[in-house]
């Protein structure tokens, strides 16, 4: 069984900053890909960022230049630093991952961790 643990949200002003961590943990052989998503109250789950096991990385056009993501392979960690942040990136941030275990190739979510952005 494998579990994804987010930690780092909160409440923040605007232009302040956040970091959201993730930790695999469980019967993992190998992880492909991790990265966050994000909800909005009446909105569609988004993309935020992703990395991949090669480092390859990919941000939505909405937090380029604000967001990071970056990853600790050999603890199964994922970490998305958040700057600049306005009241728009309020929203539920999901951990993802795309990884094998000893169930095959699976896709995982953390419980959401919540962002809030305001005054």
């Known amino acids: 069984q494998v579990t994804l643990v987010e930690s780092g949200g909160g409440l923040v002003q605007p232009g302040g900053s956040l970091r959201l961590s993730c930790a695999a943990s469980g019967s993992i052989f190998s992880i492909n890909a991790m990265g966050w998503y994000r909800q909005a109250p009446g909105k569609e789950r988004e993309l935020v960022a992703i990395v991949t096991s090669g480092g390859t990385t990919k941000y939505a056009d909405s937090v380029k230049g604000r967001f990071t993501i970056s990853s600790d392979i050999a603890k199964n960690t994922v970490y998305l630093q958040l700057n600049s942040l306005k009241p728009e990136d309020t929203a539920v941030y999901y951990c993802?991952?795309?990884?094998?275990?000893?169930?095959?190739?699976?896709?995982?979510w953390g419980q959401g961790t919540q962002v809030t952005v305001s005054s």
């Open positions: 993802h991952a795309n990884l094998w275990s000893t169930t095959g190739n699976n896709n995982y």
